[in-house]
């Protein structure tokens, strides 16, 4: 993790450029003037951009295919190949994604491309490349899986900033280097002045390199530009992380200060944050600036190292000290602020609620689940979030933390750090309610000025409670980014979307008409909307009472749940809101939970309502009334009697596990959230999954992870993780472990191991859904029979046979 990186030329066009290497431009300013200079700096730009220059912005898909098409038409009689003519566009359906549009057999035919972090970039089951230049390279050189070869390119314009891996050394970068800064600021001031976020031939922006170069005057005036102080670079680093790695703490006061950078950004190759490259290097002045400014000194990396791992390792003995507990900083939040010993999840959630759950306020509470935890319950976009604390042994010491994020010395401190920085919170603490129940607002200044003396706070009282017909149900208290499943909701955008629909999400409201028509409609007057069930990935599940009008004055009203959405959510998640909703009024069993129909003003999916919510939360809050015979052995029947239902529907579901189980009552539990679920194509055995995404790795069979491929002997793996959890009362699956720890714990042979009160035999069919080789998993037919008619089981077959068929 040393610049070599940096040393190291990347073979592309941009590599040994003549003129990068001699051109200097305070000495050219002498024979010419800078429009000249910029003139031709721009135009030699362009022209070495022209191979790439295949971006056409933001245009609609018949947009695309009309611009191909006249390209086709102009290549006709030429004799040139007709095949792989294409373009880039942005997505419609997703601010970060691209996609290819391109010609086949005088067809168009479109591929999403998915931006898979930070500027990494992936086609369907292609590689992941850094950059889309390279992506594009990628499949000029032969079609590899995708329908032809990309031969040539409709002129547009080269890739937006933020997409490229580098580009060309401009003038901007040039002077930069240099360090003059009367020539630096005439280039900022002028009209020609090159976009000043564009990576050079290394693919670093002018801001990193005036870090890494210790220009402080410099930095300023490219972040008063509007450098993006949170670029990266190709080893995905920010300009803080360079200025901490080449020791130049000025720079770190005035990106922090003035810019406004956060510490805690992380490379996504490595996990460090800029106090890990500041020890790594032993550079002390930049350590003691970045805890001045509050950085936590405890940060983990991908592999858990801290700054003090580093430091040791590399025997920096000047920066050990620095960086070793006690932290001597003065916290200046008390416990009576926020902390509520005797609260559960559902009496924090209704103080939450009295207070209209404001954004970023919390509380903190005792973990139910385990004795020595705490959590906070934290309020984002009207929803709570629960985040467990947990506390460990590092060094002989005890120390607090939330999943992956730092180690503190105790919650004091670990709560003081969240309210400066989100650090992968769903948002910063902004606000608490304190120990009498009443409100506290913090106070950034307070926080952030560490001379401040006034330890005066805002208090006020609650607001009048919002009336509430039935108690909400909590949500579940998963942590951060142990659990892909459950990760938090992506951190705020840094220019927060607007009220107004965005011209794609306007685009997609059209386009959703069009597959509307396919569903039930039910009217918005026959529905009424509830109080909220819980959180689903694109906003709210409501209850609501859907009033079926059968003839005139007689009506049934039936009680429904309503999966509601963000509005920000609707543009790049219709696709898949519209394939769950498909596949869901498809199916009709006693086990599965049913769509009713649409409503499409506000938009909401109407439901079948399963009163007693997620089989999750249910377990582990009646841990102690629930027997694993009778209940457990039914609700494994049931569930497996469902997935046979779906394979005979031939739906893969791809996300079975407790948390989508609701249970209806002890006699009965149905499956939902088919949000990853898709038909599965037979022909082909596996459903390959298309796009990368959110995917819940822990109850995924290598084969899914590996190969990305999805069957019904996947989600017999699936259903083994679901028992697990049955049997262990909602534990977490493979604990706090990664998922790629996971993967090579699978990999090695090894298994979850038997819950305490699990059977003997039901542990054994885990073990058989978790056999390597898929044919050797039973099929949910085999489960099903297995859980309903065992001998050990026989219990659960008179409950089956005793219940009354409501269907
Ligand atoms: P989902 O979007 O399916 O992940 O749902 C999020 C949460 O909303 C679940 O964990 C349940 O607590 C609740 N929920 C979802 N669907 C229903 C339903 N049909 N009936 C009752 N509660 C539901």
Redesign the pocket.
Known sequence: MDDSFDEERYDSVYANDPVSEFLNVTESLRIQSLDQLLEEDKRTNAQKDDPIAWYHGKIPREAAESILKEGLASLQGTGADSNGLYLIRDSTSSDKDFVVSVTHDAKVFHFQIKEVFDGHYKLDEGPTTQGLEKLVAFYENGANGLITKLTRHCKGSPPPDRARLNGPTNLLHRAVMEGNEDTVASILQHRLCPPVNAKNELGTTALHDASKYGKAVIARLLIDKGADVHAKDRAGFTPLHRACSANYADVVTLLIKHGKADPQIRSPKTGWVALHEAAMKGNADCIKKLLQFFAPMMPRADDGQTPLDLASRYNRQDCIPLLRFPDKRQVRTKKEYWFHSGLDRKAATQLLEEYRKEEGLFLVRKSTRNEHYNVISLCHKKSIFNFEIKVTDYQNCSVHYIDDGPYFENLLQLIEHYSRYCDGLSTKLRASITSDKRKMEIDEEYYNVQDVNNTSKRLSSPAPPVPQSRPV?PT?PNHLHGDPKNEPPPLPPSHPPTKQPSASLKKDLGDRQSSLDEFKKIDKRDIKIGCE?????FGA?K?GFYTQRKAKFRSTQTEV?L?TFHDDSMSGAMTSIMEEARLMQRLDHECI?KLYGICEKPFMLV?????L??ML?YLYEHKNQIQANPTMYLWASQVAHGMCYLETMKIVHRDLAA??I?VQSMQQVKI??F?LSRAFVEEKNYYQASKGGRWPIKWYAPECVNYGKFNHKTDVWSFGITLWEMFSYGEQPYGDKKGVEVMQFIESGERLEKPDNCPKTCYLKMLECWNKEPAKRPDFNDLYRHFQVDQEYASVSEIQRSRTKKY
Request: hydrophobic share 30%; net charge negative; glycine share 16%.
């Open positions: 149900l579940h069930l819980g959180q689903g990935e599940v209850k749940a999966k939970v439901e079948e309502f399963i009163p919510g997620s939360d948390r989508n609701l939902s959230d949000g």
